[in-house]
């Protein structure tokens, strides 16, 4: 019983064929070492067979998943025990099949019974089921040794070097004995940090060139192989005479798996410069397209085994051959962090995309669009299919699929700066999507798209049909490196990927006459570039995330001469930017350090005296407005207050309420404003309780500080009395929004409609709100003595 394909395992169970019969040991071991949890356990039987041991789990208490790729041997297991409570019979192949059937909160337990020999991609396999494990749960891995098993049957078991193999990464191996089988019990992380390593031997010669062949299965995932060096390698090795590189990848291919690839299918896409040993070395990362063939070991005194890696797992698969580890990060930029440095040459090769996801992509892929749509965020056709079409996945290889298709809030963040902020990332789906709509594409439109990363420029592209083209621009040369190489990887081929300040806009040779048809920007933006309003074609929609007083809306603008018209609003949030519209808030420290307040429009107060003011009494004032927990409209409000209040800040706490003066939660801030020595900020006090959430309530409470304290509360309950009257809806996606424009920078007063002004540096942006009657021109800025003397 050899065999590892399915058709012969088929007639196994169809002629009543078995396996060998659990033993008392292992009953004894599987009680003692893996007991149920209080309150019951969830139990993964993998490789069922007829269902002995599934059948002992539920005796235990376990509900138990029971799955075995062998249509018969589900079979007979239903039939054989009809009578075993808690047991789902599933016919799965855990190695290809779309995981979709299995318990969505994981497992107390999961037992691979004489059952991991057989598995070609063990590390794979094995590294999937670990992140099925619940906190405190066990994988048992229980297998005959080759030491004890016949010459003929050694493919049934495993040796020694398999067995360290497989406990690799994990925090706990507890290695017991079953009756001469190996009984394995795996707990902790299921991986270990990826490390970029060097062969123990010295290189020799003056210089090495050498290819590395990056091959992908039908499913996506990458072919490394484990080697008798004990790393991970990709297939490859030295060049030979005068062979050039692609052949010598397609050579070393062959010799080592005996996959063979057509020399025309193998591209050059980067050459790395390194050395080894203090010896020069250039390798040529060298990507195969299309194979075929059976995969095998034909070099079994080099490596162990050849098996696919999920790309996400690539960050913990532990020891990787230096050159291996490089070459894959430089087809999937940021699957490996932490990499030595090295010198790379990517080469503009006419590289095919690439196909292959598994079936769960396509099923996860449908799910979050189905979410988004149910959202009502893609009312369209064009954008439901985009969302439907466009392989997320392929954009953000360094985590899973779940994570990759989250229909929710989840971003996936591919970039930090040194401080750990995010620089870059894979915004939500439902957010992409709406932005998407409110560009109001039309067959064979040219967007444009300021901060890049792939995906989004995908989209855009799919809805822009095959006419359509965009132009995406960063800053960032690692992030339009990654954007490029997934570009080539999975798109479309009508996205092109520039490397340049974004707050310049397109390289004027790709900016179409007349202008782009729309424009989106995928950072938050403090100040709207000229060159984005310059760019776009009359009538075209720019949907961009705006910075108004620290707070963000992705706000949709159509331009109409040189003045944009807001036409839609979102809440958001998004990475800040890089470029040259890069801002620093002014922030300053109070209390040592205890509260913090930041001037969003950009001119910090003098807050000469406040301290002492914050030591005094405190003023409070009740403002009336009611909340409920059912309905937010704190966002609304925020946005009210930060464009009509002169003198408007925010005010953030560091410290727990009851150890502050203020009462604002820690790490929470407050709208707020200042004053001679004197400071008012709002926050929500609860007035009532109850055991349902609809039956608590709060009311927003002005409090302030210093002498100009109550004429400071005074205003900022004002302004909240106002926002009720005026723009507060029951339904939070019925608040009123405001009128806005956005003006060029040196605009006269006079030119402007009435309205509250909001200076930056490249545009005056107006807001008119109901039941606000303001002349022109009313800037929201004001100095501190300012603030308390004018009128709301």
Known sequence: MTYTAREPWEQHYEKGKGWRPLGERERELLTVHTPVPDGGGRALDVGCGTGELAAHLAGLGYAVDAVDFADSAVARAREERADVANVRWLQLDIERDDPAPLHEEGYDLIVMRLVYPFMRDRGRVLHGLGERLRVGGALVVITPLADDTPEERRAIALDEGEIALLGGGWEVVERLDADGLAFLVLRGPCHTNTRAIERPRPATGHALTGALAVVTDDAGRVLLGRSRRGMLELPGGKTSGPEDFAAAAVRELAEETGLVADPRDAHVVTMLADDSHGVPRLTAVVRITAWTGTLANPEPKLFDRWEFFELHSLACVGDVFAPAALALEA???????????????????????????????????????????????????????????????????????????DGGDRAVVTRYDQAGAAISSVSAAWLQADMIEHLGLEPGALVFEAGSGGYNAELIAHVAGPGGRVVTVDIDPWVVRRTRRFLTEAGSGR???????????????????????????????????????????????LVLPLEMGGYTRAVTFERHGEILHARHFTYCGFVRDQGRQARTIPVLSLLDGGLTLRFE????????????????????????????STRSYFGSLQLYAATTLPGFCRLAAHQDPDEAVTGIAKDRDAPAVVGEASLAYLIHVQTKDGDRPQDKEWEWTVHAFGRQGPELADRLTATVRAWDRHVRADDNDQHTDPVLTAHPAGTPDGRLPAGDVLDKEHCRLVFRWPGRDVPPPRPVEHSAADAVTEGV
């Not at 405190?618 to 409920?628: C, S």
């Open 331 to 405: 087809v999937w930029p940021g699957v490996i962090p932490g990499l030595p440095p090295v010198t790379s040459y990517p080469i503009a090769a006419d590289q095919p995309p690439v196909p292959g996801e598994p079936a769960e992509a396509a099923r996860l892929r449908a799910s979050m669009a189905q979410t988004v749509i149910d959202g009502g965020w893609a009312p369209s056709e064009p954008v439901q299919g985009a969302l439907r079409t466009v392989p997320r996945h392929r954009f953000a290889p360094e985590v899973d699929l779940a994570a990759a298709y």
């Open 495 to 541: 996205v092109t990927a520039v490397e340049a300040d974004a707050a310049l806009g397109a390289p004027a040779h790709l900016v179409p006459r007349g202008g782009f048809d729309a424009g989106l920007i995928t950072y938050n933006c403090w100040d709207i570039a000229p060159a984005w309003r310059e760019q776009l074609a009359e009538g075209g929609r």
């Open 601 to 628: 429009h950009g001119t910090a107060a003098d807050t000469t005296g406040l301290e002492e003011a914050l030591r005094g009494p405190r003023h409070e004032v009740a403002t009336g407005i009611i909340m409920d």
